[in-house]
């Protein structure tokens, strides 16, 4: 059963599942009325019932980042641009190409200690 919770002015659902005896959670947000939430919810109930998993592409942090930076950071003060190009060298070097999916809050907080010490 999934719920569905209003967060500002979107709706945003979480389904519960099971994974090699894991619990495992699908969140997705950003739905402008509840009735959308419901609806997605219940597609991805049903095809969790037919065995079929939801897979997110593989996206290597790095990329991620990058994109991030392009999206987000375009207009930046000169010595502002150099310590993002700065962290995104150091996240290169640190994960390579390890997609966001295999990093963990372990493996993140590790390199943030790293980074600062």
């Known amino acids: 059963m999934a719920s569905i919770k209003k967060r500002g002015k979107t709706y945003q659902f979480t389904v519960s599942h099971t994974v090699n005896g894991e619990s495992k959670v699908i969140r997705k947000g950003g739905f402008k009325i509840k ?42 003060a000169n010595t502002t641009k150099l310590h993002y190009d700065y962290t995104s060298r150091v996240i290169k070097a640190y994960f390579g190409g390890k997609p966001l999916q295999e990093i963990k809050r372990h493996d993140y907080q590790l390199f943030l200690n790293k980074l600062w010490s």
């Open 35 to 76: 009735k959308e939430a419901q609806i997605a919810a219940a597609e991805i109930e049903a095809n969790l019932a037919k065995g079929i998993l939801p897979h997110l592409k593989q996206v290597a942090f790095d990329e991620y980042f990058e994109k991030w930076m392009k999206l987000y950071k375009s207009n930046l």
